[in-house]
């Protein structure tokens, strides 16, 4: 085993160079969409501006709703600057909060509390106005909620003595933990659907959809260790066909797990990204196993290659498209990436690849006999 190694050692050495850049490539390619996917989030946002005629609690408030929505980019500039960039089409519309906002507010006054400018290319002038329009009955609703607590609160002479700033703080807070516009309703046994909608821009599934097809394609190696004018030199070696071909892929698994760790460090780091190293090591070990499986039923690389990308692009349809009814939990049985992409250790996919490949051995061993 020891020269074995060695040997392999000599070919990685020669290649290290593009062996490292497929190595790294899942991760070069994670980091990639996903700054591109920021960087078109960011350009489709629409640019408005907020004009401040009095600087409040509550017109800052307004201002710092609007701009964390995902579809709007909110500026505070002055009115004529503001009109001018309109002119100019460097805004979609432009929304002025006159003073005495937090006042009106307080008293439960929606009427003429802002003024809206548009020009004839504000496309989507409407739609934020309607969410202005969302943000003030969300409001001035907290605001009468509010006053009616402290009414009852003075007609049951009760002890306590809420302002109406300290009401609205406590709605604010019981809507933020309990969760009040949000629910989740199930028929009882039935188990929680996941929400796919989190993991949309998960690192770690355009990770794994991308390292499990590099793999593949490392791999290859396989394919050409089988061709018969380099296959005649296990006749004079002292290890078996099948036993090299498993040391070999020993020799990969330790290269990508070493990728791993450091892959999982600078996902962590740039995207907060935490994973279990043991989710992590199960993955590993069985996208390696099937990469291997995979490449040992071709016999011509490049139709390898063409019925990897095929598989990996049936993988992202199973993972992401909604099926109806059952079908989903059935497909999800024959994606090696769902346990990951779940955040289980890959338990399943791992048993039947080990014993695929026990079987590979014997046969192969039988073959060389």
């Not at 300290?166 to 989740?184: P, R, Y």
């Not at 989190?198 to 990770?207: A, H, T, Y």
Request: proline letters at 2%; glycine letters at 4%; a negative charge.
């Amino acid at each position: 085993m020891k020269d074995i190694l060695y040997t392999r050692w000599l070919l990685v050495k020669k290649q290290s160079f593009s062996l490292c850049i497929w190595l790294f490539l899942p991760l070069l390619i994670t980091i990639a969409i996903l700054s591109v996917t920021e960087s078109v989030q960011e350009d489709f946002t629409v640019p408005i501006g907020i004009v401040l005629e009095e600087e409040t609690n509550s017109s800052l408030a307004l201002y710092n709703e609007l701009n964390n929505t995902s579809l709007v980019t909110a500026t505070v500039m002055s009115e004529r600057k503001a009109l001018r960039q309109l002119e100019r089409h460097e805004l979609d519309s432009v929304f002025v909060i006159k003073e005495g906002y937090q006042n009106a507010l307080q008293e439960g006054n929606r009427n003429n509390l802002l003024e809206g400018y548009y020009s004839d290319r504000s496309f989507a002038y409407d739609i934020v106005k309607e969410s202005i329009v969302s943000i003030l009955q969300q409001e001035t609703g907290r605001v009468h909620a509010a006053n009616t607590v402290i009414q009852l609160e003075q007609q049951l002479n009760g002890a306590e003595d809420w302002s109406i700033n300290e009401v609205i703080a406590k709605s604010k807070q019981i809507q933020t933990t309990e969760n009040l516009l949000i629910h989740q309703f199930q028929y009882q046994g039935e188990k929680a659907a996941a929400d796919n909608s989190r993991r949309s821009l998960n690192p770690w599934m355009i990770w794994a959809f991308s390292t499990m097809l590099i793999t593949i394609f490392v791999f290859d190696w396989i394919i050409k260790e089988r061709q018969q004018n380099v296959r005649v030199r296990f006749q004079f070696m002292k290890v078996s066909y099948p036993a090299y071909i498993l040391y070999n892929v020993f020799v990969y698994l330790i290269l990508f797990l070493i990728t791993d760790g450091v892959t999982a460090i600078v996902l962590s780091l740039q995207y907060g990204a935490e994973i279990s190293l043991i989710t992590l090591l199960t993955f590993r070990l069985t996208i390696c196993f099937v990469a291997f499986l995979f490449v040992t039923v071709w016999k011509n690389v490049y139709f390898m290659y063409v019925a990897a990308i095929t598989w990996i692009i049936v993988l992202i349809a199973i993972s992401n498209i909604p099926w109806i009814g059952n079908l989903h939990i059935w497909l999800s049985f024959l994606n090696p990436l769902d346990r990951f992409l779940s955040g289980e250790w890959t338990i399943g996919w791992f048993v039947v690849c080990l014993i695929g490949i026990v079987i590979w051995f014997k046969r192969e061993e039988k073959n060389n006999a």
